[in-house]
């Protein structure tokens, strides 16, 4: 019985093995052709001039915190950020008053505090997703906006100078015949 089994598991084993195994039936192949081809992305996004994410808030703390958070946030998207910025802060006075009375309580000054962070290079379809990441993390008494740059807010970043507008003015105001007359420098 033993050996109708052992001639009966030859057969099976012989017949396994006369089939050709899957490389022999294949061939040799080039090296070069186990890899995959490269697919080249021919896929093309639309891509944002420049971007201003602008912060604003009470606490300067948390604004500032933010505002790396959103250096380093932008930067693993891949997105070139060009300057990051204060602007002047602006001072408004809150004034409490005394129940139906004009008489004030009290007078606080509230400073809100103001900080840009400029991107380029910024991809749209993974700005959605930035700009959702964001405002998921915003803090508390802070607020976020983002809009594409424009000469505006390059003119709002500095401060102007008082004494040299006047100067101006005093030179633009030379250029009046009148002006000139009255110096007598005609």
């Not at 070139?80 to 408004?92: F, I, K, M, N, R």
């Not at 809100?112 to 508390?140: G, M, N, Q, W």
Request: hydrophobic share 35%; with cysteine; net charge neutral.
């Amino acid at each position: 019985m033993a050996s109708n089994n052992c001639i009966a598991f030859r057969r099976v084993f012989c017949q396994i093995r006369r089939f050709a195994s899957l490389r022999e039936m294949a061939g040799e192949r080039s090296s070069s052709l186990l890899y995959e081809p490269e697919i080249s992305d021919r896929k093309e996004f639309p891509e944002h001039n420049t971007i201003n994410v602008r912060i604003q808030g009470y606490d300067f703390g948390p604004l500032e915190k933010y505002q790396s958070y959103i250096h380093k946030t932008a930067l693993r998207f891949g997105f070139s950020v060009v300057d990051g910025y204060p602007l002047a802060a602006q001072t408004q006075r809150a004034i409490t008053y005394k129940a139906y009375s004009t008489v004030a309580e009290s007078e606080i000054d509230l400073i809100t505090y103001d900080r840009v962070v400029r991107l380029e290079d910024v991809c749209a379809s993974r700005f959605f997703l930035f700009s959702k990441l964001i405002r998921a993390h915003i803090p508390v008494g802070v607020t976020v906006t983002l809009k594409e740059h424009e000469k505006i807010d390059e003119d709002s970043r500095y401060i102007p100078d008082m004494l040299l507008k006047e100067k101006q003015e005093e030179l633009k105001a030379l250029d009046d015949p009148n002006v000139r007359r009255n110096l007598g420098w005609e």
